[in-house]
């Protein structure tokens, strides 16, 4: 018997086409795992089951929880169903709470609006409620604000939400890709726990197949608003049918081959690297504290060496790389590039010689220039900056070096695709030749078939130009395959350095062990993907 | 919350003082003597003197300024050189017309802009939100003198329900004095009701965009729900801020309305020592208003921690 059965689900926001013809179904105490990249329709799907579209969204085909259809429900109907009978998790357990509420309000609250119950019965049933997903009485008592919790914690509120009525259905969309693998992993325990505990039917809505693989009874496979394939989890993962499936799991576990780096010879240097934040004065005259983010940090990186630097948020990766840009001051300890001392004075040689590319491809760059002028930014660190022919030809040449077209130099940022801006991105911090490039969670925000085109474009790009570069990423996956040497930060300090491959085969210290540990892994398919 | 409270009170008792300061040395430095300025260009050399002395500008600059601080925390403000009475009287004598006025105008302002702010909000893009919107528009650009006139026209001159102007006083009891401070608390509510009306309204958008309002559907909450147990709370920063700015500008910045009504309120005490030239009333009210404006952003400082519980932690 099923629980969810979604048949011929069809969606369209004025002329355009959301889904198409969407059918799968859940049954009771099932792990659904719907996937696919940005644009797919995954959200959207469930969205179409909570009833939360957008007032121009029309839907067709059946949607039946049970023996309900939920697209024959008037609005009052559906608010009778959501958070009784389908409960929700969302993506950002940052902002999914109401910051001016308490924790306790707000999971008192699904049951009280239902009213299921008597406010008295309804707040032990928060507090048994939360002790449950793992914020026991002693440090989260039902007083608590969401600011006063990390993300993993408020996702674990949001969890007790959804689960206060004990709804039969339950929808995570993407429920853990905001948080660290080590919290990833404990959420994903969780639900799973809850799913077995409560005979729920859980789908969950994620782009990370790893996650999947690990989780998932079933599996939807979805594109551009239509169903690819579905089967259970180790039927799919063993003998998978469309291409689309093929390449999206190759895709995750996409592998480059660096070229041999050179020999050893010092190009930035750090050395015991300080960074202290100043804290609020505990008193109106007390001397004010500080938090220490980088604890004397020390480490090298050398000519052609292609250097990752893994750690869970928190851990001073970004504090350590702004100082590295010489964009904070540091309190102790220095930071020389090829012997220069890099300060957070303006030294346009060092701006030269050493560029960034962000983790957003949207937000870092502006809007209202052309592509030539936005990659020819960091001309202005050149003494003698090339003009006239000299500038195109080096424009055209950057831009083919990363894969895209010369006349993309006249076209506007939003003429491109997330990748593409990522590529211009890379094309911008290459075009001064730097000696070393700094990649701050560059291919985070990107779907898993674009991020294996960008790895391979770094890849030749290390072959082409001997490339040096620092990968800042809390991807584990990614950082094994485009690094040599790899060092693991946890609480402002680095915990272990060695070569890559030996991290990973051999992790020595505990925190690596733990970080190794959780991150998901696709299973090795003995089928052979494409 | 205690914490945030005292550095809230301290920040305020060091603007004041930094308030008297300025206002004192801006006479001060203002150039020419101020008794010859107050008496005008054909004063004779003794008046210019004796007023001189009596001002007390033959003490040191240090003295006076001790001397004028001291006064006015004992309550002393100083003799209105033009009219010839303690200016602490003067004060509180158009306080009681300037005071209930400003509330009377924002609680009408608040009255009308919340429901038409929500409801407009709720309606987003629907005909009702236009209207709310059209109407606002309307109040925001016409002046509230030009208001002030209308109200005149119609509910004095051809209804007669109320005065055309004057105040009763409150001798005469609550009644009347309230009905004569109707029309005034209106001309001056409608616009100020127009643009709180449109903050409430950007701001509740805002909040209704936010991830924790979808949260609070997916609960079960309907909109209509969701809007007035999630957003409205979340909403309430930027408003306060208005109000508040709004207060301030009600309390001194009635003049014209003042003066439309013949009110005898704090606008056209200043404006009438401004013309007369009668420095000492001046300096006593701007200081005043300084601190009515000053203690109005510290009660909407403790009305934001109280709102979002994030300041508060924040000390």
């Not at chain 1, 998978?240 to 780096?261: D, E, G, I, R």
């Not at chain 2, 200081?287 to 924040?314: Q, T």
Request: aromatic content about 6%; hydrophobic content about 45%; glycine content about 8%.
């Amino acid at each position: 018997m099923t629980l969810l059965n979604i048949s011929n689900l069809s969606l369209r926001i004025g002329t355009f086409e959301i889904l198409k013809d969407v059918s799968f179904s859940v049954a009771p105490g099932e792990i659904v795992a719907v996937t696919g990249e940005s644009g797919s329709g995954k959200s959207m799907t469930a969205f179409s089951v909570m009833g939360l579209l957008p007032d121009t969204a029309e839907a067709s085909g059946a949607l039946y929880l049970e023996d309900q259809n939920l697209l024959d429900l008037s609005e009052a109907q559906m608010c009778g169903m959501r958070g009784k009978n389908i409960g929700m998790v969302f993506q950002e357990p940052m902002t999914a709470l109401n910051p001016v509420k308490t924790i306790g309000d707000q999971v008192m609250e699904t049951i009280l609006i239902h009213k299921a119950m008597s406010p008295d019965q309804a707040r032990d049933r928060a507090r048994a409620l939360l002790d449950r997903v793992g914020l026991p009485e002693d440090r989260f008592p039902l007083g608590r604000f969401p600011h006063e919790l990390s993300g993993g914690q408020r996702q674990r509120v949001v969890i007790a939400m959804a689960i206060a009525l004990r709804p039969k259905l339950l929808i995570a969309d993407e429920p853990t890709t905001a948080l660290d693998v080590t919290t990833q992993a404990q959420i994903l325990d969780l639900l799973r726990d809850l799913v077995r505990e409560f005979d729920m039917g859980l789908m969950i809505i994620t782009h990370d197949l790893a996650v999947v693989a690990d989780l998932a009874d079933r599996i939807v496979v979805m594109r551009h608003g239509e169903l690819v394939e579905t089967g259970s989890t180790q039927e799919l993962l063993h003998n998978m049918q469309h291409p689309y499936t093929k390449m999206l799991f190759a895709a995750s576990n996409h592998q480059v081959t660096l070229p041999q780096a050179p020999a050893p010879k010092p190009l930035l240097e750090v050395s015991g690297a300080i960074r202290d934040y100043p804290l609020p004065r505990d008193g109106l005259f007390a001397k004010p504290k500080h938090f220490r983010a980088v604890k004397e940090v020390s480490f090298t990186l050398y000519r052609g060496e292609r250097l990752g630097l893994v750690g869970e948020s928190g851990c001073g990766k970004s504090t350590l790389t702004r100082a590295i840009l010489g964009l904070e001051p540091l309190q102790g300890g220095d930071i020389r590039l090829d012997g220069l001392p890099i300060t957070t004075e303006q030294n346009p040689e060092i701006r030269r010689r050493m560029q960034v590319v962000f983790q957003d491809p949207f937000g870092s760059f502006n809007p209202r220039h052309r592509v030539d002028r936005l990659i020819t930014e960091p001309f202005h660190t050149l003494t003698d900056p090339p003009k006239g022919m000299a500038r195109s030809d080096l424009i055209t040449e950057t831009l083919r070096a990363v894969g895209l077209k010369s006349d993309d130099a006249q076209k506007y940022i939003h003429q491109f695709s997330g990748g593409q801006r990522q590529r211009i991105a890379i094309a911008r911090a290459l075009i001064t030749r730097p000696e070393l490039i700094l990649f701050d969670e560059a291919v985070s925000a990107l779907d898993v078939s674009v991020r294996a085109q960008i790895l391979d474009l770094l890849a030749e790009l290390c072959e082409a130009y001997g490339l040096s570069y620092l990968f800042i990423s809390h991807d584990l996956s990614v950082v094994r395959t485009i690094t040599d040497r790899c060092l693991v930060m946890q609480k402002g300090e680095i915990v272990e350095a060695a070569p890559t491959e030996e991290i990973f085969s051999a992790p020595q210290h505990p925190y690596t062990r733990a970080l190794i540990a959780a991150a998901p892994q696709l299973p090795d398919l003995n089928q052979g993907a494409a | 919350m205690l914490r945030y409270a005292l550095k809230r009170g301290l920040s305020l008792t060091i603007s004041l003082a930094v308030a008297s300061l300025v206002i004192f040395f801006v006479i001060e430095i203002a150039p020419g003597d101020p008794a010859s300025f107050m008496l005008g260009i054909n004063a004779e050399p003794d008046t210019v003197a004796a007023l001189r002395t009596e001002l007390g500008l033959d003490q040191s600059k240090l003295q006076r300024y001790l001397g004028w601080v001291g006064g006015m925390l004992t309550g002393d403000f100083g003799m209105s050189y033009t009219y010839r009475t303690p200016v602490a009287e003067m004060i509180t004598d158009r306080m009681w017309v300037s005071l209930p006025l400003a509330i009377y105008a924002l609680t009408l302002s608040t009255l009308i802009a919340f429901p038409a702010g929500i409801y407009a909000a709720a309606r987003r893009g629907k005909p009702g939100d236009m209207a709310v919107m059209g109407a606002t528009q309307l109040g925001v650009a016409v002046p509230n003198f030009w208001f002030a006139m209308i109200l005149v026209l119609i509910f004095a001159i051809n209804l007669r329900w109320f005065g055309a102007g004057g105040f009763a006083g409150w001798d005469e009891g609550f009644g009347p004095a309230m009905k004569s401070l109707t029309l005034p608390a209106i001309a001056l509510a409608l616009p100020q009701a127009a643009i709180l009306a449109r903050v409430m309204r950007s701001a509740l958008l805002d909040i209704l965009g936010e991830d924790f309002m979808r949260t609070a559907r997916a609960k079960g909450l309907t909109r209509r729900q969701a809007l007035w147990r999630h957003g409205l709370r979340n909403a309430m920063i930027p408003v306060l801020t208005i109000i508040g700015l709004q207060f301030s500008f009600l309390l001194a910045g009635a003049i014209i309305i003042e003066q439309v009504f013949f009110l005898p309120g704090l606008g056209r005490l200043v404006f009438q020592a401004i013309s007369a030239r009668d420095l000492i009333v001046v300096e006593s009210v701007v200081m005043l208003l300084v601190f009515a404006v000053i203690s109005v952003n510290f009660l909407v400082d403790l009305a934001y921690a109280l709102v979002d519980p994030r300041l508060r932690s924040r000390t």
